[in-house]
Every structure is written in structure tokens, then in C-alpha cells.
């Protein structure tokens, strides 16, 4: 249903920050719920943030107080803003879309956080 273009990822320092970006093909993105999962290794798939198409935002608790998710229905696009990163954020991030239940997926970018 809608195509999802993931960028942004990195390498950082602890403490630092990122905003990851994901482009969506329009036709019907402002009736999507968008998400930000995560996969670390050896550990399974997360959700981190959704919004919902009228802006309404959760956050997983790890995450509450230093990741923004936000979304721009005019553009077709989300974002993740990242502050105060520590290793433990260390993933694959992906953009989800979903409609009643179907799920369209993001490529995943990589965020590391090192010293």
C-alpha cells in the first residue's frame, strides 16, 4: 500500500543525538498509524514510538523523555528525534505504516552508539 524510505541513521557518542526520517508514498498516509520498531541483536523487534494520524504519540518507557516522534501530513513523512542516546539505543530502526491492520515496512537504518 505505501512505500516507506528510511534515512538518518549513524554513528554517535553517548549522549548524543539523531533524527531519523522516513519518506512515505502519499496516496493515503494521513489515514496511517506510523510507527519507529527496533531490533538489537540477539534481541527481539521493539516497538519505540507511534503517532497516529492526528497526532496522538506513545512512547515505550525506555524511550519516554529524550525520543520525539512527529509526522508531517502535508510531506508524507515521520521522524524520530533522538536526544540523550545511550548504547542500550543501539538497532536497527524501522518505519512502520499501518492501515486496519496491515503492516508496510521500512528498509532499517542503523544507529550506534559508541565512545
Known amino acids: 500500500q505505501v512505500q516507506l524510505l528510511e534515512s538518518g541513521g549513524g554513528l554517535v557518542q553517548p549522549g548524543g543525538s539523531l533524527r531519523l526520517s522516513c519518506a512515505a508514498s502519499?496516496?493515503?498516509?494521513?489515514?496511517?498509524?506510523m510507527a519507529w520498531y527496533r531490533q538489537a541483536p540477539g534481541k527481539r523487534r521493539e516497538l519505540v514510538a507511534t503517532?497516529?494520524?492526528?497526532?496522538?504519540?506513545n512512547y515505550t518507557d525506555s524511550v519516554k523523555g529524550r525520543f520525539t516522534i512527529s509526522r508531517d501530513n502535508t510531506r508524507n513523512t515521520v521522524s524520530l528525534q533522538m536526544n540523550s542516546l545511550k548504547p542500550e539505543d543501539t538497532a536497527v530502526y524501522y518505519c512502520?505504516?499501518?492501515?486496519?491492520?496491515?503492516?508496510?515496512w521500512g528498509q532499517g537504518t542503523q544507529v550506534t552508539i559508541s565512545s
Open positions: 512502520n505504516a499501518d492501515l486496519l491492520g496491515l503492516h508496510s
Open positions: 503517532i497516529t494520524m492526528s497526532g496522538r504519540t
Open positions: 502519499g496516496a493515503t498516509f494521513r489515514m496511517y498509524v
